[in-house]
C-alpha cells in the first residue's frame, strides 16, 4: 500500500504479519533497546526493522543498527531520509537517498473510527466540517482515522526537520477525497529548505477496508547552482522545464 502514495525513487517494504523471512535478524544494540519490552512490541519492532534494512539494501547499503533517538525516531545512515510504520496487520518502511528527497514519512492505521474523545484532542475547529462533508460523500472511509494519520505523517516529516515537536493544532489538514492527496498548512514557522521557508506540506492516501495509509514526501531542493543554470536554459532555449512530482 505504501508504494502507492510514494514516488518510485523512495525505495519501500511492507509486510502483513511478524513471521520472519530469511536473512531477518535483530542485531545485538537493537536487541539492547528492545528487550524490555513486551512480545508484541518486540516483534513489531524487529519487523519494521527488517523491512528497513531490505529497502536500504536496494539503495546500496549494507546492513546496520536501525536505534531510535530520544524521541523514538529511527536514526538513518548518513545521506538517508525515511519512516516507518506499524499498526495490527501491517508494518512498512521508507527510505529516500537526500539528494533526492528532504522528508520522507508514512503512516498506517486500521480503517476504524478513532477511540471516543481523540478527535477533540486532535482536530481544529476548521477541519471538523469538512470532516462530516467527507462521510457524507464517502461513508466507507473513516475519515476522523485519516486525519489523525495525516498528521501523524506531517509529524514524521516535520521532526527530522526541525528536531522540534509539532503539535496537533499546528497544521491544518485540508483532504481532497477524489485525488488521494491532502495538504497540511504548517500554523507555525515551517523548516528552512533551500534557503526557502516551507509553509505547506503535500501529502498522499490510500485505504482498503481494513486499512488506511498517508504519506508524506518532500522533494529535494535544488542546489542554487543548478536552479541558476536551468534558468538561463529557459530563458534561452526551448528545452523544457523538469518536473519533479
Known amino acids: 500500500m505504501i508504494e502507492l502514495i510514494l514516488p518510485a525513487t523512495v525505495a519501500t517494504e511492507a509486510a502483513y504479519d511478524d513471521r520472519p523471512r530469511p536473512g531477518d535478524r535483530l542485531l545485538s544494540s537493537e536487541r539492547e533497546v528492545i528487550a524490555r519490552a513486551v512480545e508484541s512490541r518486540q516483534r513489531e519492532f524487529a519487523t519494521v526493522r527488517h523491512l528497513a534494512r531490505r529497502a536500504l539494501r536496494r539503495l546500496g547499503h549494507p546492513d546496520r543498527a536501525i536505534l531510535p533517538n530520544r524521541r523514538g525516531a529511527p536514526q538513518w545512515p548518513p545521506g538517508i531520509v525515511g519512516s516507518m510504520t506499524h499498526c495490527a496487520g501491517y508494518r512498512a518502511a521508507a527510505v529516500s537517498p537526500e539528494e533526492l528527497s528532504a522528508a520522507v514519512s508514512i503512516d498506517a492505521e486500521p480503517n476504524g473510527p478513532l477511540p471516543a474523545g481523540v478527535l477533540k484532542a486532535i482536530a481544529l475547529p476548521s477541519e471538523r466540517p469538512h470532516l462530516v462533508a467527507l462521510a457524507a460523500h464517502r461513508p466507507d ?54 534557503g526557502r521557508r516551507v509553509t505547506v506540506f503535500p501529502g498522499r492516501w490510500h485505504t482498503t477496508p481494513a486499512l488506511l495509509t498517508t504519506a508524506v514526501h518532500l522533494p529535494a531542493p535544488t542546489p542554487r547552482r543548478d536552479r541558476e543554470h536551468r534558468t538561463h536554459l529557459t530563458v534561452n532555449s526551448p528545452l523544457p522545464r523538469p518536473t519533479f512530482g
Request: aromatic fraction near 12%; avoid cysteine; charge should be negative.
Open 141 to 194: 472511509v473513516h475519515w476522523d482515522r485519516l486525519l489523525f494519520s495525516a498528521k501523524e505523517s506531517v509529524f514524521k516529516a516535520w521532526y527530522p526537520l526541525t528536531q522540534r515537536e509539532l503539535d496537533f493544532s499546528e497544521a491544518e489538514i485540508v483532504i481532497d477525497p477524489t485525488q488521494g492527496t491532502f495538504t497540511a498548512r504548517l500554523l507555525v514557522p515551517g523548516p528552512l529548505l533551500g
